[in-house]
Every structure is written in structure tokens, then in C-alpha cells.
């Protein structure tokens, strides 16, 4: 199937600094990729669509100015958590699809605000 | 609108009996099918799909899922569960190019 990388893998940081997190698709091009959160024992919950070379389209309840998303190339998308705080401690996965309906998703990012 | 429905939050299986994992749907349209599974602190593994063929979808490591539209499930099976399938399983669907719509998800644990 097809690789979908997230980087890092965890990252502590602390309160009021900004964190990049990485989504690439290593062996397609993704016009679309998705940034999804799960916050513990609960399901996955999609924060926004990535398109390449245009805006990113948020959820509803979601701060497009704290979760500012980059998808400058066709491999590509960036999740920057902007001043982060505790509340924002969380675990970030990506998806992307190379064609049809099937989604691969990224390693996940454990991100821990302190 | 799709939605998914997975009945238990945690099932407990012994090793070497039938794993059930049950999932229920809702689309007005035909709806693509999928079953994940997630070990701690990793992304998420495909472990099959249904896609308007099949109804008996086989998956990886020894799953497989039914798709019954007259029940609007697609229930997650396996014969004999092992220990290495203790993780936390989600159902989701989706039509054509739409976003990925995910069950609440369903932790198994698999006991010696």
C-alpha cells in the first residue's frame, strides 16, 4: 500500500511556543491530505482538509488561526500548533489517499504541552 | 449525512476464540466500508474495505467483515484471536471523495 510519513513522531514543547508537524506522501502525489486529532481512548476527530496550493477547509469549532496548515507541494502538509498550551496536548494523525477511497494514515504525533 | 455505530467499547476475547467486533452504519447513499485497527501511540492500519464488490470482505491477518445492507452492518470477524490482536479497532465510512466518518472505536483485549 501506499507510505504516508508524519514527523515527528512525539515532541514535548513548552507552553506559549509553536510546534510544526510534517505529513508526506512518499511514494504518491496527494492533492488532499487530512489532520485528524484523537485525544485519549476516543475516536478520531478530522480538524481539516489540506489542499495543495489553496486553503486549508477547517471543522467547525476548530481555530484556524492556532492550527495553521500548509500544503505547499503535492508530498506535502504541514499542521503548525500555534502558542501552544496544555489543552492542546494531544495525539495528531494525517491521512492522505493516492486515488479512490482508501486513506493510509501517518505514524501519528504524540504532542505534550507543559 | 453517514454515520458508524460500534456496539462496545471494549470486548474480551481468550486466545484461540472467535473475535466479534460489531459495527452498524448509516448513508443515503451506497457507502464505501473500512475497518481500521491502532496500536498504542501509532497511526492506523488498514485491515480491509468494502467497496461494492464482495459483500465477504477478507482482510490482513485473519479478519474478515460482512457487509449486510439489510442490517446496515459490517461486522469485524475473526476465528481464533491471538494475543498480538489486542488493540483498539475503528469502523468508519465514507462515499465517493467524502471524509472518512469514524466509529467511537472498539478496544480488544485478548487474554491468555
Known amino acids: 500500500g501506499a507510505v504516508v510519513s508524519q514527523h515527528p513522531s512525539w515532541v514535548i514543547c513548552k507552553s506559549g511556543t509553536s510546534v510544526k508537524i510534517e505529513c508526506r506522501s512518499l511514494?504518491?502525489?496527494?492533492?488532499?491530505m487530512f489532520w485528524y486529532r484523537q485525544f485519549p481512548k476516543q475516536s478520531l476527530m478530522l480538524m481539516a482538509t489540506?489542499?495543495?496550493?489553496?486553503?486549508?477547509?477547517?471543522e467547525q469549532g476548530v481555530e484556524k488561526d492556532k492550527f495553521l496548515i500548509n500544503h505547499a507541494s503535492l508530498t506535502l502538509s504541514t499542521l503548525t500548533v500555534t502558542s501552544a498550551h496544555p489543552e492542546d496536548s494531544s495525539f495528531y494523525i494525517c491521512?492522505?489517499?493516492?486515488?479512490?477511497?482508501?486513506?493510509?494514515f501517518g505514524q501519528g504525533t504524540r504532542l505534550t504541552v507543559v | 449525512a453517514q454515520s458508524v455505530t460500534q456496539l462496545g467499547s471494549h470486548v474480551s476475547v481468550s486466545e484461540g476464540a472467535l473475535v466479534l467486533l460489531r459495527c452498524n452504519y448509516s448513508?443515503?447513499?451506497?457507502?464505501?466500508l473500512f475497518w481500521y485497527v491502532q496500536y498504542p501511540n501509532q497511526g492506523l492500519q488498514l485491515l480491509l474495505k468494502?467497496?461494492?464488490?464482495?459483500?465477504l470482505v477478507k482482510g490482513i491477518n485473519g479478519f474478515e467483515a460482512e457487509f449486510k445492507k439489510s442490517e446496515t452492518s459490517f461486522h469485524l470477524t475473526k476465528p481464533s484471536a491471538h494475543m498480538s490482536d489486542a488493540a483498539e479497532y475503528f469502523c468508519a465510512v465514507t462515499v465517493s471523495q467524502g471524509n472518512l466518518i469514524f466509529g467511537k472505536g472498539t478496544k480488544l483485549s485478548v487474554k491468555p
Open positions: 448513508s443515503s447513499v451506497p457507502p464505501y
Open positions: 511514494d504518491f502525489q496527494a492533492t488532499t
Open positions: 491521512s492522505a489517499r493516492p486515488g479512490g477511497v482508501e486513506a493510509f
Open positions: 468494502y467497496t461494492s464488490a464482495a459483500t
Open positions: 489540506s489542499n495543495e496550493g489553496s486553503k486549508a477547509t477547517y
